[in-house]
């Protein structure tokens, strides 16, 4: 079936460095979201990117997607310690409105 | 009012038990789901209910029974469940079924023993 594949699945950096995690689909996406799970927390919507190369910043966070729609990456420049937490990348199976989560990314931040 | 709230927060229940989950939005979406979270996994789709009706059921055992009994709740009824059904238990609604965004609710931590 249809799998969503995240890298790095944990990412250690030093307040102040960036960070990078990988979505990777195996069918061709629709749509992209990215959610935020903060630890003990819930999942909280980011962004939803549609179009094939589309790029949209917000503010230190930077999301693409890629130009055959199958793959996405989120960028953030100058990690801070309210960056912590686990990065999914959600998109909808195959001729459905379905969502698959991806496998995602913890981010740790050390002061 | 952009929340969806879930309770009880945590929940404790033998396997003989019958309990339910409570979700309650008030942001007007059509759309409603129940994801599952095991420790250290993303979240997994059980249903989702659009415009009140039953939409997707990601073939849950029927231990699991899903309520909508209107636009502005969501429950999730418990019976005979198993220790392995033990996670977080979390409720989301969309505008309408996905494309939109999602908002989660805080989520029931569940343990079953």
């Known amino acids: 079936g249809q799998q969503v594949m995240q890298i790095p699945q944990y990412q250690h950096v030093q307040e102040g460095e960036d960070f990078t995690t990988y979505c990777n689909s195996s069918?061709?996406?629709?749509?992209i979201q990215w959610y935020k799970q903060r630890p003990g927390g819930h999942p909280v919507f980011l962004i939803q990117l549609v179009k094939s190369g589309e790029v949209k910043k917000q503010k230190r966070l930077t999301f693409q997607f890629g130009e055959a729609k199958k793959n996405s990456s989120l960028h953030i420049t100058a990690t801070q310690t309210t960056d912590v937490g686990t990065y999914f990348c959600?998109?909808?199976?195959?001729?459905?409105?379905?969502?698959?989560f991806g496998t995602g990314t913890r981010l740790k931040v050390l002061a | 009012d952009t929340e969806v709230t879930q309770t009880p927060k945590h929940l404790v229940m033998g396997m003989t038990n019958k309990k339910s989950l409570k979700c309650e939005q008030h942001?007007?979406?059509?759309?409603m789901y129940w994801y599952k979270q095991k420790a250290k996994k993303p979240p997994e789709l059980m249903f989702v209910y659009s415009y009140e009706k039953l939409s997707i059921n990601e073939s849950v055992p029927s231990r699991f029974s899903p309520e909508c009994p209107n636009s502005s709740l969501l429950n999730l009824h418990l019976h005979a469940l198993q220790p392995e059904d033990s996670a977080l238990y979390l409720c989301?609604?969309?505008?309408?079924?996905?494309?939109?965004?999602?908002?989660f609710g805080p989520g029931t931590r569940l343990t079953v023993t």
């Open positions: 069918t061709t996406l629709s749509n």
């Open positions: 942001m007007g979406h059509r759309a």
């Open positions: 989301a609604s969309s505008q309408t079924i996905i494309p939109y965004e999602q908002y």
């Open positions: 959600a998109g909808p199976t195959s001729g459905t409105y379905k969502y698959i």
